[in-house]
């Protein structure tokens, strides 16, 4: 009885924060914008991402912060810190990876972060080459509105806006395609100015110029801010375009056997699935003339200001249902969540608001999103849902990339997952379910180097690090099936440590990407304890809590062939049996044994 009381006021509690929502769009909420990334006091800076926790949980502690304005003086700050022997790292006005690739942490502590927030004043397009150079401060957004109103356009970027120009190619961000140059942002770039140390006659730093034909430049197109400091990056561009798009909301039934056929028939087509409900959405997307009748806009629910009260309660229902392992709960608010998504067409708009597929607008207006990054400080109602002033949602984010002929067989795996007890499914369809999308082969060495699928899911994230989610063993297995089984390669912003065990087997091209830091940052000026762990393998200080639900441990059967490459067989320690670590989790059994990372 009691459980059904409960049922009861999760639905119509999740019913009235989605009416609130639903009136919110309609009257278009202003938010206070995301808070800086970088705080500084008497005793020195702390660098924080979106979320306001890493996935370690741990600050990153830096002593200073330099922001500067010019070329030269942004080179100017690499000399200083070349002359000191300082470690180097960057970040802009943004500051959404999960991973610490911006935090230069060193046991002596002698770095200096580089901030690119004030470096963003100059846009050149260039109309008859039809190219883009700009700042690597520059937001996304400001480089994208510059480029349509010369009446051309950016083919590919992220779906989220909240992203610098540096940023955007520094960890491989990307769209949905297969068609031309792909949807990822760095294969559109035709050109890059880097900031590299230097020796004493050159005055200690010095920018270099790379083009199309420079083999450095497949290193800094996806650098993971390993090689210098991105002071300009050049796009190609395409006439200005509109886009048509329509989502369809449809059974799973076989679209692991039909996933390759909607990426051909459309150039930015993705799927959306959520395993729980059984449903497929199917996002048909493609160009269309620019004189075509339409001016809609993508405005992403995901990523439109929400009230703070609603936020909140959000986040307060959901650790109640943790608390309570109250899965049927989720589901409930699963279903809610799938139907008001398909009532506003998960956030496109015809005008003001949704009236009816298909959905036509230019690409500037299409292709991006994220209206909760803009509005005046002053207002501090509502905000991102994810802000971290307000203990609103807190989640962490898979992303895995498949080759796109093992993609099938990964969906199917997990459908038979879910088909021995579909609600164990409802905690990630609260969020956005499976996100799935298509990036072409690239000749970045840290891209990929076959046409792959991506796929996202998000789940939630507990205030406190010893406390293991709601059905951890099925999403464990499901991010093993994907790193492991399939050897599907990480996104690099995204995911806890566990999805990079391996890497340096992942990627071709590894070693010219390391011989291209060797000759332009032969000191490892631009290097970090998580580099140095992710990309060569060195030993670093281990957390002294065992806890696989923070991604630094995983658990594995004893003596079978899944286990995986031994990259980091040196690093393991291999401890006996456990004892339960959690009143929610089973004793493990003796054929069983836990790999803390």
């Given at each position: 009885?009691?459980?059904?009381?409960?049922?009861?006021?999760?639905?119509?509690?999740?019913?009235?924060?989605?009416?609130?929502?639903?009136?919110?769009?309609?009257?278009?909420?202003?938010?206070?914008?995301?808070?800086?990334?970088?705080?500084?006091?008497?005793?020195?800076?702390?660098?924080?991402?979106?979320?306001?926790?890493?996935?370690?949980?741990?600050?990153?502690?830096?002593?200073?912060?330099?922001?500067?304005?010019?070329?030269?003086?942004?080179?100017?700050?690499?000399?200083?810190?070349?002359?000191?022997?300082?470690?180097?790292?960057?970040?802009?006005?943004?500051?959404?990876?999960?991973?610490?690739l911006a935090c230069p942490a060193t046991p002596s502590g002698n770095a200096?972060?580089?901030?690119?927030?004030?470096?963003?004043?100059?846009?050149?397009?260039?109309?008859?080459?039809?190219?883009?150079?700009?700042?690597?401060?520059?937001?996304?957004?400001?480089?994208?509105?510059?480029?349509?109103?010369?009446?051309?356009?950016?083919?590919?970027?992220?779906?989220?806006?909240?992203?610098?120009?540096?940023?955007?190619?520094?960890?491989?961000?990307?769209?949905?395609?297969?068609?031309?140059?792909?949807?990822?942002?760095?294969?559109?770039?035709?050109?890059?100015?880097?900031?590299?140390?230097?020796?004493?006659?050159?005055?200690?730093?010095?920018?270099?110029?790379?083009?199309?034909?420079?083999?450095?430049?497949?290193?800094?197109?996806?650098?993971?801010?390993?090689?210098?400091?991105?002071?300009?990056?050049?796009?190609?561009?395409?006439?200005?375009?509109?886009?048509?798009?329509?989502?369809?909301?449809?059974?799973?039934?076989?679209?692991?056997?039909?996933?390759?056929?909607?990426?051909?028939?459309?150039?930015?087509?993705?799927?959306?699935?959520?395993?729980?409900?059984?449903?497929?959405?199917?996002?048909?997307?493609?160009?269309v003339p620019l004189n075509s009748s339409g001016d809609g806009v993508n405005?992403?629910?995901?990523?439109?200001?929400?009230?703070?009260?609603?936020?909140?309660?959000?986040?307060?229902?959901?650790?109640?249902?943790?608390?309570?392992?109250?899965?049927?709960?989720?589901?409930?608010?699963?279903?809610?969540?799938?139907?008001?998504?398909?009532?506003?067409?998960?956030?496109?708009?015809?005008?003001?608001?949704?009236?009816?597929?298909?959905?036509?607008?230019?690409?500037?207006?299409?292709?991006?999103?994220?209206?909760?990054?803009?509005?005046?400080?002053?207002?501090?109602?509502?905000?991102?849902?994810?802000?971290?002033?307000?203990?609103?949602?807190?989640?962490?984010?898979?992303?895995?990339?498949?080759?796109?002929?093992?993609?099938?067989?990964?969906?199917?795996?997990?459908?038979?997952?879910?088909?021995?007890?579909?609600?164990?499914?409802?905690?990630?369809?609260?969020?956005?379910?499976?996100?799935?999308?298509?990036?072409?082969?690239?000749?970045?060495?840290?891209?990929?180097?076959?046409?792959?699928?991506?796929?996202?899911?998000?789940?939630?994230?507990?205030?406190?690090?010893?406390?293991?989610?709601?059905?951890?063993?099925?999403?464990?297995?499901?991010?093993?099936?994907?790193?492991?089984?399939?050897?599907?390669?990480?996104?690099?912003?995204?995911?806890?440590?566990?999805?990079?065990?391996?890497?340096?087997?992942k990627y071709p091209n590894l070693n010219k990407f390391l011989a291209a830091?060797?000759?332009?940052?032969?000191?490892?000026?631009?290097?970090?304890?998580?580099?140095?762990?992710?990309?060569?393998?060195?030993?670093?200080?281990?957390?002294?809590?065992?806890?696989?639900?923070?991604?630094?441990?995983?658990?594995?059967?004893?003596?079978?062939?899944?286990?995986?490459?031994?990259?980091?067989?040196?690093?393991?320690?291999?401890?006996?049996?456990?004892?339960?670590?959690?009143?929610?989790?089973?004793?493990?059994?003796?054929?069983?044994?836990?790999?803390?990372?």
């Open positions: 009885m009691r459980d059904r009381f409960l049922m009861a006021g999760v639905a119509h509690l999740v019913h009235g924060l989605i009416l609130i929502i639903w009136v919110s769009t309609i009257h278009s909420i202003l938010a206070m914008p995301p808070p800086p990334p970088v705080h500084c006091n008497d005793t020195g800076c702390t660098l924080y991402n979106s979320y306001g926790v890493w996935g370690d949980r741990k600050d990153c502690k830096i002593p200073s912060v330099t922001y500067p304005t010019t070329e030269e003086e942004l080179r100017l700050a690499v000399a200083q810190a070349n002359q000191k022997n300082l470690k180097v790292k960057v970040v802009s006005g943004f500051s959404h990876t999960i991973p610490k200096v972060l580089i901030s690119t927030a004030k470096y963003n004043s100059s846009i050149e397009v260039n109309v008859a080459d039809q190219t883009v150079t700009a700042d690597a401060g520059v937001a996304l957004r400001d480089l994208i509105d510059r480029v349509e109103d010369a009446g051309l356009s950016l083919v590919a970027s992220p779906y989220w806006e909240g992203v610098s120009v540096g940023g955007l190619i520094s960890t491989g961000a990307h769209g949905s395609s297969w068609w031309g140059k792909g949807g990822a942002a760095h294969d559109h770039v035709v050109g890059l100015s880097l900031v590299v140390p230097a020796g004493k006659s050159e005055g200690y730093a010095k920018v270099i110029r790379l083009e199309t034909r420079d083999p450095l430049l497949n290193a800094a197109k996806i650098s993971l801010g390993m090689l210098g400091v991105i002071s300009k990056v050049k796009f190609s561009l395409e006439p200005g375009f509109k886009r048509s798009i329509t989502n369809n909301f449809t059974d799973d039934a076989h679209f692991e056997d039909g996933f390759m056929d909607l990426a051909r028939r459309h150039e930015f087509a993705d799927i959306t699935w959520y395993p729980s409900r059984h449903t497929a959405v199917y996002r048909y997307d493609g160009r405005d992403f629910i995901g990523f439109q200001s929400n009230a703070v009260l609603v936020s909140r309660s959000v986040r307060s229902t959901e650790k109640s249902l943790e608390s309570a392992r109250n899965v049927n709960g989720k589901c409930t608010m699963a279903d809610t969540v799938l139907g008001y998504k398909k009532l506003v067409a998960n956030g496109l708009k015809n005008n003001l608001i949704f009236t009816g597929y298909p959905v036509v607008g230019r690409q500037g207006r299409m292709q991006t999103s994220g209206s909760c990054l803009y509005s005046p400080r002053t207002n501090t109602q509502s905000t991102c849902a994810w802000d971290p002033r307000i203990k609103g949602l807190s989640f962490y984010e898979t992303t895995a990339i498949f080759p796109a002929s093992k993609f099938g067989d990964f969906i199917r795996d997990v459908k038979k997952l879910r088909d021995l007890k579909p609600e164990n499914f409802c905690g990630v369809d609260v969020y956005n379910g499976f996100l799935i999308r298509f990036i072409k082969a690239s000749g970045a060495y840290l891209g990929q180097s076959e046409d792959s699928v991506v796929t996202d899911f998000n789940y939630y994230r507990a205030d406190e690090p010893s406390t293991p989610r709601l059905n951890q063993d099925v999403w464990e297995e499901v991010e093993q099936m994907a790193f492991f089984k399939y050897g599907a390669k990480p996104h690099w912003a995204k995911n806890r440590n566990l999805a990079f065990l391996g890497v340096q087997q830091k060797k000759q332009l940052d032969p000191q490892n000026m631009f290097s970090s304890e998580w580099s140095d762990e992710i990309l060569f393998g060195k030993e670093t200080a281990k957390g002294d809590e065992c806890a696989p639900w923070r991604g630094n441990a995983y658990v594995q059967k004893i003596g079978t062939a899944t286990q995986p490459r031994d990259t980091f067989a040196n690093q393991a320690l291999f401890i006996k049996k456990l004892g339960s670590a959690s009143t929610h989790l089973p004793p493990w059994p003796d054929r069983w044994q836990l790999i803390f990372m």
